[in-house]
Each structure stands twice: as C-alpha cells, then as structure tokens.
C-alpha cells in the first residue's frame, strides 16, 4: 500500500495538465492590470493616432 500512495504521488505532482490553465489566468490578469494602470496614456496615444489619420485622409481627399 506504501508503495501506492508513493506512486500516486509522484504522478499527482509530476501532472502538469492544470498549469497551462494558470499561466493563462496569469497572463490576462497582467494585461488588464496594464491596460488599467496606462488607460488615460494609452487613449490619448490612440487619439493622436486616429487625429493623424483624419487629418492625413483629409488632405489626400481635399477636405
């Protein structure tokens, strides 16, 4: 029976099917902490962008 619950153990800590799950969770709750934390920085970027693109747009169509 020792010898069981020593294999079993052994296959419960070398499974590895459940990290993968985690490293998402992880990932995403980084990215979202990021895009919280830089969210004024990151809406003015794109609105100077877009602005660009308007105006660049404009002047190729004549407006």
Do not use: P
């Not at 799950?21 to 003015?44: G, H, N, P, R």
Request: no cysteine; glycine share 8%; charged share 15%.
């Amino acid at each position: 029976m020792n010898m069981e619950l020593t294999h079993g153990a052994e296959d419960f800590l070398s499974d590895e099917s459940g990290i993968s799950t985690i490293e998402l969770v992880l990932i995403l709750v980084v990215l979202i902490s990021l895009v919280l934390i830089f969210k004024s920085s990151i809406t003015d970027l794109l609105n100077t962008i877009f602005g660009q693109i308007n105006s660049q747009a404009g002047e190729v169509y004549g407006k």
